[in-house]
C-alpha cells in the first residue's frame, strides 16, 4: 500500500510567497536584540522552537543554554550567493537554495546518509531575514535541527548537541516508527517506543539534475524495491507487510530523490 508523507513540508512551507513580518511573526519569546537584526545568526544557537515558529519565515526567538532544555539548534549560517543577493524577499528562489544547501549540511551534521536522515525522527527548518533587516541589505540564511517533523505537534527536547546524531551505536530513539493498522494516518513515534511499523529502508529515484518521471513510475518503482528490499530486511520470511512512502513532483523539484520503505514490525 502506498503512502504519500510530506516529510518535506518544514522547508515547502517557506517556499511559498509570505506576507511581511511584524515582530510578533519572528518566533516566540522574541529576543528584541534579534528582531529585525541585519547581523548573522549565531551558529550552535540552542532555542526552544514550536512547530508555530518553524512556520514563520523569520525567527528571533531567545537563545537558551544548550545545557537546558531545548528543541533547536542551529547548524548552519551563512551568506547567500551573489546571485540571490537581488531577488525579493518571498522569492522561491530562496526556499530552493535553502532545500540543497540545509539538507546537505544537515546530513554531515548528524553523521548519517541519506537514507537514514530520511528515515529520521529529527528535521530541519530554516529561516531568512526579517522585510525590515533584508531591505536593510541582510543576506542570510540560518538552518536549524529541530526534535521532530512535519507531523508533530510539538517537538523533542534534544541533547546537549545534535552533532553526530545519528552516528551513535543506538539510535532507535531518533528514527522514525508507526503506530496504527496501517502507514497512512498512522502516528508517528520514536522507535524506542512501541510501534507496529518502522521506516527501514530507502530507494534513490534519480539524479539531482534528472526531470520527475511521473507517479505512476515513482509510485511502481518504489512498491517494487521495497516489496524486496523489506522481505531481505526482514530475513526472507514466508509471509510479511510491507508499505512505502512516495512523494510527488512539488518535493522532487525542491530536491527529494528517495521513498521509504517501510517493514510491520515490533522490533
Sequence with gaps: MGVRRWRLLPGLLL??????????????????????????????????????????????????????????????????????????????????????????????????????????MVSWAWFRPSKKAWDKGARWYRCDIVGGGDQSSSYANLPRTAKGLLAQRNTDQWMVCAVGPTVAGSKKVSCADEHQWRAVTSIKLGEPGDPYPGDKLVQVRTRDYCSDSVGAWLGYPADYDFSYTWFHQAEWEAGNRLSVCWAKTPK
Aim: hydrophobic residues 40%; proline residues 8%.
Design 15 to 120: 517556499i511559498l510567497p509570505l506576507v511581511a513580518c511584524a515582530p510578533s511573526d519572528q518566533g516566540s519569546n522574541p529576543d528584541p536584540d534579534q528582531v529585525d537584526s541585519v547581523a548573522a545568526p549565531k551558529l550552535g544557537a540552542c532555542r526552544a522552537l514550536t512547530p508555530d515558529d518553524v512556520k514563520q519565515p523569520s525567527n528571533a526567538s531567545e537563545m537558551v543554554p544548550c545545557a537546558d532544555a531545548h528543541t533547536a539548534e542551529t547548524f548552519a549560517v551563512g551568506s547567500l550567493p551573489a546571485q540571490l543577493k537581488d531577488v525579493d524577499w518571498e522569492s522561491k528562489t530562496l526556499g530552493t537554495f535553502a532545500y540543497r544547501t540545509c539538507s546537505s549540511k544537515f546530513q554531515k551534521f548528524l553523521g548519517a546518509d541519506e537514507s537514514m536522515v530520511m528515515r529520521a
